[in-house]
T-cell receptor, first 113, second 114 residues
Framework: NAGVTQTPKFQVLKTGQSMTLQCAQDMNHEYMSWYRQDPGMGLRLIHYSVGAGITDQGEVPNGYNVSRSTTEDFPLRLLSAAPSQTSVYFC????????????FGSGTRLTVV | AQSVTQPDIHITVSEGASLELRCNYSYGATPYLFWYVQSPGQGLQLLLKYFSGDTLVQGIKGFEAEFKRSQSSFNLRKPSVHWSDAAEYFCAVGARAAGNKLTFGGGTRVLVKP
């Protein structure tokens, strides 16, 4: 079982560049989320989706876009990268709700210079 | 709004010794509580969760946690630590009234001395 797959694992961007972080799950989970992890701040919710075609903002959505065209995929787009977006990004999925417990991907470490 | 505090940023423990990680939450009603573990370079893995009922919850890898409503705490314990327990541990709180979204604490990094 692949679980939650994130690509790439590492990325360096220049300020102003755009990119897409990929997330795919093969567990037929309805609920998917994107978090960023910064030292001492735990994980903060960027965007989430309760099912295909439905997305919503989390705690820190500015500078990021998402879409959910299929159950399996939930890409995160950085529109114009800024140094403040340097972070580790995690995608997570759950059958219907995070209350049931998340399955996390292994993360993408992004550096914006 | 719900919030979670993990007062200890780092804890160092000797292999074989007991471990207790503190977690305090703020929420008006009974929350759903979680502990996750993150090994170096990995994503988070669910250790255990509390919804209701017995306030002592058993999890994977020999961990347990106790919910104490009067202290708004959900501390994680392990009687005897193994070197493989070196990791970062995150407490999280969720609630249906908050749309089931989870709020994570800042994490506690555990170092295990031989």
């Amino acid at each position: 079982n692949a679980g939650v797959t994130q690509t790439p694992k590492f990325q360096v961007l220049k300020t102003g560049q755009s990119m897409t972080l990929q997330c795919a799950q093969d567990m037929n989970h309805e609920y998917m989320s994107w978090y960023r992890q910064d030292p001492g701040m735990g994980l903060r919710l960027i965007h989430y989706s309760v099912g295909a075609g439905i997305t919503d903002q989390g705690e820190v959505p500015n500078g990021y876009n998402v879409s959910r065209s299929t159950t399996e995929d939930f890409p995160l787009r950085l529109l114009s990268a800024a140094p403040s977006q340097t972070s580790v990004y995690f995608c997570a999925s759950s059958p219907t709700s995070p209350i049931g417990g998340y399955t996390f991907g292994s993360g993408t470490r992004l550096t914006v210079v | 709004a719900q919030s979670v505090t993990q007062p200890d940023i780092h804890i160092t423990v000797s292999e074989g010794a007991s471990l207790e990680l503190r977690c305090n939450y703020s929420y008006g009603a009974t929350p759903y509580l979680f502990w996750y573990v993150q090994s170096p370079g990995q994503g988070l893995q669910l250790l255990l969760k509390y919804f209701s009922g017995d306030t002592l919850v058993q999890g994977i890898k020999g961990f347990e946690a106790e919910f104490k409503r009067s202290q708004s705490s959900f501390n994680l314990r392990k009687p005897s630590v193994h070197w493989s327990d070196a990791a970062e541990y995150f407490c999280a709180v969720g609630a249906r009234a908050a749309g089931n979204k989870l709020t994570f604490g800042g994490g506690t990094r555990v170092l295990v001395k031989p």
